[in-house]
């Protein structure tokens, strides 16, 4: 199967699923907040969902409840580039790219060469992913080129329903593997 036919298998999976997306996102948010990768991390990149993705604001309220430092994504258009800013209980967030929720840039980038001693979770939204940490983006390369230069501290965790999992998801060289995964 390619990536293409997987991407359009899970878009109907998703459609067709009769779950709550609300109370599936509740219940894996509180097993990322009660997983030890959150407990040890001191500052954490989340994703701001689209519609068919797992909410991740319970984990937002969470971290910054728990002193914890938060970055979002902004996508750069028309490049398969992506910052991480810098969210707090003040700052304001306007639909932007794709209709996802960003933060305005005058807020601080998240850099990973000024962040070397601190432990830092990455949580990665996705089409779909396999048990050996396989990640299916939804193709734009924004995740992939953003985590090419992620250290040692950083650990990434894909994050989805349990019916996004499949067995084997098509790889290319340049596509990044999950450290582990919450579903």
């Known amino acids: 199967m390619t990536k293409q036919e997987l991407r359009i298998q899970i878009k109907q999976t ?14 894996i948010c509180k097993k990322i907040i009660s997983s ?11 994703y701001m ?7 991740l604001s319970q984990i937002i309220l969470q971290a ?3 002193k914890k430092v938060i970055f979002v994504p902004k996508v750069q258009m028309k490049t398969t580039k992506m910052n991480f800013f810098e969210i707090t209980k003040n700052v304001s967030l306007t639909s932007g790219s794709f209709g996802i929720l960003e933060p305005d840039s005058s ?4 850099d990973f060469n000024d962040f070397n001693d601190e432990n830092i979770l990455i949580l990665v939204p996705g089409r779909a992913f396999s048990l050996k940490g396989e990640r299916l983006g939804r193709g734009k390369g924004y995740y992939d080129s953003f985590l090419k230069n992620k250290p040692r501290n950083c650990m990434t965790a894909g994050v989805c329903f349990p ?10 060289s340049h596509d990044f593997k999950m450290d582990f995964m919450f579903y």
């Open 49 to 55: 969902a689209l519609p068919d993705e797992v909410d």
């Open 36 to 46: 030890e990768y959150y407990i040890k991390s001191s500052i954490i990149l989340c």
């Open 163 to 172: 019916f996004q999992i499949v067995n084997e998801i098509p790889v290319e």
């Open 107 to 110: 807020t601080r980038i998240f």
């Open 64 to 66: 910054q409840n728990d």
């Open 14 to 27: 998703l459609q067709s699923h009769q779950i709550s997306f609300k109370n599936e996102s509740f219940r």
